[in-house]
Nanobody, 121 residues
Framework: QVQLVESGGGLVQPGGSLRLSCAASGIIFSIYHMGWYRQAPGKQRELVAR???????NYADSVKGRFTISREDAKNTVYLQMNSLKPEDTAVYYC???????????????WGQGTQVTVSS
């Protein structure tokens, strides 16, 4: 049974930081490309960062320079360090695992349940 479990969301003031974690089980984590998506109310889900099985990271323009994705294969975990947070970063954040990616986009095979991030003063 595959599980992706996100943690680390919460309420933070503009300019603050959060670190999201996603712990995977039931998959051979090291061969999966991993991504972080977000979905704000009334908007489509969008990919904000992805990291390949080989460790190459790429970012959406909206978060470049502020967010950092990393992975720790020994712990079956992917992280998203979010700095300089803005109100427009408010969304539910989901991690995803994929065997295939095309350019920046992933073709997710598995999804987490999501964690809420709210940026507000």
């Amino acid at each position: 049974q595959v599980q992706l479990v996100e943690s680390g969301g919460g309420l933070v003031q503009p300019g603050g930081s959060l670190r999201l974690s996603c712990a995977a089980s039931g998959i051979i984590f090291s061969i999966y490309h991993m991504g972080w998506y977000r979905q704000a109310p009334g908007k489509q889900r969008e990919l904000v960062a992805r990291i390949t099985s080989g460790g190459t990271a790429n970012y959406a323009d909206s978060v470049k320079g502020r967010f950092t994705i990393s992975r720790e294969d020994a712990k079956n975990t992917v992280y998203l360090q979010m700095n300089s947070l803005k109100p427009e970063d408010t969304a539910v954040y989901y991690c995803a695992a994929a065997r295939v990616y095309i350019q920046f986009e992933l073709r997710p095979d598995h999804w987490g349940q999501g964690t809420q991030v709210t940026v507000s003063s």
